[in-house]
């Protein structure tokens, strides 16, 4: 995919897709409860249908009619075990959480997944679960991973490294697991497993305290379904934004945004960086908050931002580090340790594709530092993504400033936003 510069702006209402995180839970938490789930606004990203599918293979009745997913939940013990392996793409979200859920079935399962997902960390997850007894085989701590179903038994874990993933691998381990599971988690990571957890009436105790939380879990206790109206995804709606922000004579209306408190880091930060974006019409949908948000073209200035807020937004520093080259003043973002193991190795891909826009950067004990200038001069106009995602589609708002720019392996945008490329291009963008 080639992005050029444009030149009038960028107008309009673009359709921002579903939440993916929301997304994955609204299969996987209906396809183990009682009862029949309507969903709205389901993404369908490949991620998502990666999930999708492996239900459909554990033997949930999953329907599709008039764009409402329907889902037949029988129960926390109604999986059948698959035919054959269950293959995850490129979804890390799915493999953390299906780790969990599927240690504490009755059946043996084998979980594999693409290149990008095969060299990812999971012994994050399997080594909290194996304290609850949970018999996990992973290849050399990654994926291909086997799971032989076990009864488990409840344990006190503390997380050590935030990861909603981990927590929700361990929250869904805990459904079908006799007594408290108690998790302890130091700092803030996405709640949406426990908020959906607790409105399909699963025995919850949550304790916060600042960052601190503390989950209390009682497992075999049923859940009942609700249906459930997917919120748009902030993480998308990042890139059009920062379009917004970066390109004169622009202004554009996301609608049905999910402004969940535990993931709208980049709203805060862009706001530090004097951005012009209005939220409005807040209200909540199935206990998520949601918003509008009004955003025009800004003057950015640069600011620092501490490791705490990583945890507010890790998946928008690709797009947080373009906004920042736009700024005024240098920006530095600190302690991005996790962004090493995501798709790719964003720390390391945000430094290279930025140095090959002619922006100066320097990366030290990963914190990044972006020192933006009035005028880049481009020093290799093909952008390396390693077939992430979050990559591809940042570097893609870069080239509406400066392109144009060559994105390679930009397939893999479908992870997110299958219709990303028609949704800037018809605001103004031009990708091609
Ligand atoms: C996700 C959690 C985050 C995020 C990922 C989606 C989720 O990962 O990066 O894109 O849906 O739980 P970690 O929780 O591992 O940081």
Known sequence: MISYTISNGINGTPRIPGDKSISHRSIIIPSISNGICEIKNILKSDDVLHTLKAFKNMGVKIQEKNNILIIYGNGLNSLKKPKSEIY??????????????????????????????????????????????????????????????????????????????????????????????????????????ETMLESFGANLKIVKNDYKKTIKISGKKELNSKNIDVPNDLSSSAFFIVSALINKNSKLLLKDINNNPTRNG??????????????????????????????????????????????????????????????????????????????????????????????????????????????????????????????????????????????KDSESINTSFPNFKDEINKIGGRLI
């Open 266 to 407: 980049i709203i805060l930060a862009l706001k530090k960086m004097g951005a012009s974006i209005n939220i409005l019409n807040q209200r909540l949908s199935n206990n998520e908050k949601i918003c509008d948000i009004e955003v025009k073209t800004s003057n950015l200035n640069g600011c620092e931002l501490g490791p705490e807020m990583a945890d507010l937004m890790i998946d928008e520093y690709p797009i947080l580090a373009v906004a920042a080259s736009f700024a005024s003043s240098p920006s530095i973002f600190r302690g991005l340790t996790e962004l090493r193991v995501k798709e790719s190795d964003r720390l390391n891909l945000i430094l290279i594709n930025l140095q090959s826009c002619g922006v100066d950067c320097k990366i030290v004990d990963d914190d990044l530092f972006i020192f933006p200038s009035k005028k880049y001069e481009i020093k290799k106009n093909i952008i390396q993504t390693d077939f992430d995602h979050r990559i591809a589609m940042a570097f893609a708002i870069m080239g509406t400033k400066i392109g144009p720019l060559e994105i």
């Open 88 to 193: 995850l793409g490129n979804s890390g979200t799915s493999a953390r959480l299906l780790i969990g859920l599927l240690s504490s079935q009755n059946f043996d399962t084998l979980l594999t997944g693409d290149a990008s997902l095969s060299k990812r960390p999971m012994k994050r997850i399997s080594d909290p679960l194996s304290k609850m007894n949970a018999r996990i085989n992973t290849t050399n701590g990654t994926l291909p991973i086997s799971i032989k179903g076990n009864d488990l038994s409840n344990n006190k874990i503390n997380l050590k490294i935030p990861s909603a993933q981990i927590k929700s691998g361990i929250l869904l381990a805990s459904l079908n697991t006799e007594g408290e599971t108690i998790i302890n988690e130091n700092r803030v990571t996405r709640d949406h497993t």
